[in-house]
């Protein structure tokens, strides 16, 4: 598979990681209000942003050539790993294996439930998937643009 296809799929996920954020933040104010803390409800929208952004990228990057578009590659590359390891540190806090009570506390029922599938399936899959892509596209710079 080619780097393009790959970033492809990466913006797909992006997109698909933004609107299931977007029904996760619904549901948790219907569960738990808003009263969430300042540190929570700046680091969820920063992330929900920053996840629109680069999802953004990714599709920008899938129909340019590699080449040409080296220095937004670069920048997926260091967004998507930044983004991975915080990523794993928040899949820690929602399983409970760390408290950071400033921060997140440990969400439960319908709100445990949308998070992992925001965050842990589509969160995580869009990151790595876009860190991979963003790789290839980066090594490969004659990569073929495939509009397929």
């Not at 780097?3 to 913006?11: F, N």
């Not at 738990?32 to 540190?39: A, I, M, Q, V």
């Not at 998507?80 to 997140?104: C, H």
Request: net charge positive.
């Amino acid at each position: 598979m080619n780097g393009h296809k790959l970033i492809r799929r990466a913006a797909i996920l992006g997109c698909c990681f933004v609107l299931a954020h977007l029904a996760t933040i619904v549901i948790t104010i219907t569960a738990k209000g808003l009263d969430w803390g300042f540190n929570a409800w700046l680091l969820d929208v920063s992330g929900l942003l920053a996840g629109a952004y680069f999802a953004v990228q990714c599709w920008k990057s899938s129909f340019q050539p590699a080449k040409d578009y080296q220095k937004i590659n670069l920048f997926i590359l260091i967004w998507a790993s930044l983004t991975f390891i915080a990523r794993t540190l928040d899949v820690l806090m929602l399983f409970g294996f760390v408290k950071w009570a400033e921060i997140y506390i440990t969400p439960t029922a319908s709100v445990l439930y949308a998070n992992i599938l925001s965050e842990v399936i589509l969160g995580t899959t869009f990151t790595f998937t876009a860190l991979v892509g963003s790789i290839v596209l980066l090594i490969h710079k004659q990569d073929p643009i495939d509009v397929r």
